[in-house]
């Protein structure tokens, strides 16, 4: 048996072509609304923009609470204030400090909810005050469970 046999091949982010343009205004809005971030336990403040079908931004912020469970993440409450406007989001932009030196991406969760609001061709953009780069929600969540509302 050859010795690569059974090693899965990776494919990573990095490795995939630039094929989608930051919207370097809706990365704007996100890191006006992270000023408005409420982080006092973590430090780490973050802001989110949703931008929708219909044209309209919705902003976002990271909110702590003394119950630390409590806390709801910027690019949930851009993502629900988008959803009872009557909104689907077409684009999400995430700003904040980086993560073991890479751009922050949206957590699991977040992801999970943009694919039940918005589906998997969702663009989400991440950025910091250096750069910022792109994405569709498909490559970020693959395999995320069928929503009620897709018949799956
Ligand atoms: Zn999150």
Redo the contacts with the bound molecule.
Sequence with gaps: MHADAGKRQVMTIDDEPPDIAVATDLVDAASHARGFAYVPYSRFAMGAAVRTAGGRTFPGALVENVSLGLAM?A??IALFSAAVAGERPTELALVSRRTAGELTW??G??LQVALELAGSELIVHVGDLDGARSSRLSELLPFGPKTVLSGG
């Design positions: 993440c690019e949930r949206p957590c969760a977040c």
